[in-house]
């Protein structure tokens, strides 16, 4: 019997060595690649068809369910594995259309369990089942569903309301993110990654590991060394957009 194929598709590094390392100990598990963003990703898994993908939901460049999308879902498509660290509401939707996920931070038990249910799918050669479960996934979770235009802040309290338009700049700290509105700092308990995914994506952009900017706030950039730029904002603020975030450059404006 043939190894089963296994791709990779995280824009964490850390979270690629953990899976890769825990999939290099099955012997029936052959990892054909690993892709850091939503376009190499899409690309490999056109190129490699493999039988199962673990699939980031929040990425540069194309998201998770863009992948799927690009790829299309109607000729055999690979078990998906989501790994996500995203809100309530995609979370009950993968459960409800059967579509398995690995919830950051995960842990080995769950995991295992993850690959033990792609494996039964792969050899049940289930692919309309799969099908049809991604499809009704995409439909639910489509872009064109406006989410909430303010987000809510609990301190000492008190719920402080930021309207999303209104947020300049995201920063990250430890795990808290750090909403940026005019002179105001606002620190919200959550993963820069989940955060990303409640944001807009035609308005917010991420330009490193530690930064989201508003693209009406980007007063300048300069081209720096290796590939990065400094952005600076009409604030004053002066980021760095990483050389791995250099992919989001067009929809700042930058050709």
């Known amino acids: 019997m043939s190894a089963t ?10 979270a690629r060595e953990r899976l890769r390392t825990f999939l290099g100990r099955d ?14 990703g899409a690309f490999s898994i056109l190129k490699e068809r493999p039988d199962i993908v673990f699939l ?9 369910f863009e ?5 299309g879902t109607e000729n055999a498509p690979p078990a998906v594995i989501f790994v996500t660290a995203h809100d309530e509401f995609a979370l009950r939707a993968f459960e409800i259309h059967a579509v398995d996920y690995l919830l950051k931070p995960f842990d080995r038990v769950r995991l295992e369990t993850a690959v033990q249910r792609a494996k039964t ?18 439909a639910e979770l489509s872009p064109t569903q406006k989410g909430p235009d303010r987000i809510s802040i609990k301190s000492n309290g008190r719920v402080t309301f930021v309207n999303i338009p209104d947020i300049d700049w995201v920063g990250s700290a430890d795990n808290y ?3 940026h509105v005019g002179s105001h700092c606002h620190l919200l308990r959550e993963t820069m990654t989940s955060f990303a995914g409640r944001l807009p994506q035609e308005q917010f952009v991420r330009i490193s590991r530690t930064s989201i900017v508003n693209v009406s706030r980007v ?4 081209s720096l060394f290796h590939g990065e730029y ?13 050389r791995s975030y250099r992919d989001q450059l067009p929809r700042l404006g930058v050709k």
């Not at 194929?5 to 850390?14: A, G, N, R, T």
């Not at 980031?56 to 998770?64: A, I, T």
Request: hydrophobic share 40%; net charge negative.
């Open 121 to 138: 799918r792969v050899r049940s050669n289930s692919t309309p089942e799969m099908s049809a479960n991604l499809n009704h996934l995409l």
């Open 230 to 242: 400094a952005v600076t904002l009409t604030t004053g603020v002066r980021l760095t957009l990483s």
């Open 67 to 71: 992948v799927l999308r690009k790829i």
């Open 5 to 14: 194929k296994v791709l990779i598709v995280d824009d964490e590094p850390l």
């Open 219 to 222: 007063k300048e950039m300069q």
């Open 177 to 179: 993110v750090e909403l």
């Open 27 to 40: 012997p029936e598990l052959t990892v054909v690649g690993e892709c850091s963003n939503g376009d190499d």
């Open 56 to 64: 980031d939901v929040q990425m540069p460049g194309l998201n998770g």
